[in-house]
C-alpha cells in the first residue's frame, strides 16, 4: 500500500512539474493527514477531494500516517522532495512534525497546518477552532448539567482522552479543567487514554465503569469516544445514570448532531472540519500570484443540544458526503 501512494504520488509530481508536453501546467497539492481512522478525518478527505476537484488543473494526492508520527514525517519529506505546489498538514503529534513543517517552509513550500498545531509557526497559514473555548463550554455545559440535576455543582465527571500530547487534546481537556477548578465538588473520577478511537472508549469505559459506581456525566474529547462510552455504559445496563458529551458535531447519519438527535449524546460541539476555507486560501495560493494569507484563521465551535440538533443537522450536513 505504501509504495503504491508513493509511485502514485510520483507520478503526479512528474505531471505537475510539466511532463504533459505544452499542455498547462499541473498543479499539485500533498495533504498529509494524521489519520483516516476517525470519522471527523475522513470528513476532512471527502470534503477536500471534493472542493478541489473544482479545479480542473489541481491534482490532490492525500496520505494517511495511520497515527503513526513517523510515518507522517516520511510522508512529509516525500512530499517535500516533489516540491508540490501547495502542502497542507494536519500534524499527527505537534511536537513530531515542527521540523519536518520547518524543511517544507525552508524549501519556499507554501504549506497550511490544519486544524492540530505544532511547536513552532512553521507554516504559511494555520486554519483551526479554539479547543481551549470548546473544552470551557463544555466544562461549563456539565457544570450547569450537574446544577440543576443536584441543586449545586457536584458531581462525578469521566473525562474520555484522546491522544495524548495532540493540541485538541492538551486544550479541550485545558478548558475544561480551568471550569471544573473552581467547583472543588464536581470530580474528574477517571480520565482514559482512548486515542480519538470509538472502540478503545468502549473498553476503557467498560473498565471504568466496572471501577466506579458512581458517574454523573461523561466527557469525550471527540464524539466517537463519548458514544463508544455510551455503549459501554449501555451493554451493562448503565447508560441511563449519566449523560455524554462529545466534540466534532459532524452532519450526516452516522456523526454527532444525528447521536443528539437520537439522545445519546446530550450534547456535542460542532468543531469545524477547517476545510473550507483551507481550500479557500489554498486556491488563492495557487491561482492569484502575491496573494499573501493571514497567518492565522480562527474559526468558531457551536454548541447543540436536542433543542438545536435538527436545525444543525441541516446546516452541516455535506450533500454528497458519507459523514
Given amino acids: 500500500m505504501k509504495r503504491t501512494f508513493f509511485l ?51 491534482k490532490l494526492v492525500i496520505s494517511d ?53 505544532i511547536l513552532q509557526p512553521n507554516y504559511t497559514s494555520y486554519v483551526h477552532s479554539d479547543n481551549v473555548a470548546i473544552g470551557r463550554q463544555a466544562g461549563q455545559f456539565i457544570v450547569d448539567y450537574l446544577t ?27 478548558g475544561a479543567k480551568e471550569v471544573f477548578d473552581r467547583y472543588p465538588d464536581i470530580k474528574i473520577v477517571a480520565d482514559p487514554v482512548a486515542d480519538w478511537i470509538q472502540a478503545k472508549a468502549k473498553d476503557r469505559m467498560t473498565e471504568v465503569l466496572r471501577a466506579q459506581p458512581k458517574i454523573d456525566v461523561v466527557y469525550g474529547h471527540n464524539d466517537p469516544m463519548a458514544i463508544g462510552a455510551y455503549l459501554a455504559a449501555k451493554e451493562l445496563g448503565r447508560e441511563k445514570e449519566m449523560i455524554f458529551v462529545g466534540v466534532d458535531g459532524l452532519g450526516g447519519p452516522a456523526g454527532g448532531i444525528k447521536k443528539v438527535m437520537d439522545g445519546v449524546l ?48 441541516q446546516k452541516f450536513t455535506i450533500p454528497g458526503l458519507d459523514q
Fill in 8 to 58: 502514485a504520488a510520483a507520478v503526479l509530481a512528474m505531471t505537475a512539474c510539466g511532463g504533459g508536453g505544452g499542455s498547462k501546467r499541473q498543479l499539485l497539492v500533498a495533504f498529509s493527514q494524521a489519520n483516516n481512522a476517525e470519522p471527523y478525518r475522513a470528513a476532512q478527505n471527502a470534503l477536500m477531494t471534493k472542493l478541489f476537484a473544482q479545479y480542473p488543473d489541481v
Fill in 148 to 174: 440543576k440535576k443536584y441543586g449545586k455543582p457536584r458531581g462525578n465527571v469521566v473525562a474520555m482522552r484522546g491522544l495524548l500530547g495532540v493540541e485538541g487534546e492538551i486544550n479541550r481537556d485545558k
Fill in 266 to 313: 446530550a450534547a456535542t460541539f460542532v468543531y469545524p472540519l477547517c476545510v473550507e476555507k483551507t481550500a479557500e486560501i489554498g486556491n488563492r495560493i495557487l491561482h492569484e500570484p502575491g496573494f499573501q494569507p493571514q497567518k492565522d484563521y480562527n474559526i468558531d465551535p457551536v454548541l447543540v443540544t436536542a433543542q438545536n440538533a435538527a436545525e444543525m443537522y
Fill in 65 to 117: 500516517a495511520q497515527q503513526d508520527n513517523s510515518k507522517q514525517v516520511a510522508q512529509v519529506e516525500t512530499f517535500i522532495r516533489q516540491k508540490p505546489d501547495l502542502l497542507i498538514v494536519a500534524p499527527n503529534e505537534r511536537a513530531a512534525l515542527t521540523a519536518v513543517m520547518g524543511q517544507a517552509t525552508a524549501a519556499h513550500i507554501p504549506t497550511i497546518c490544519l486544524e492540530r498545531d
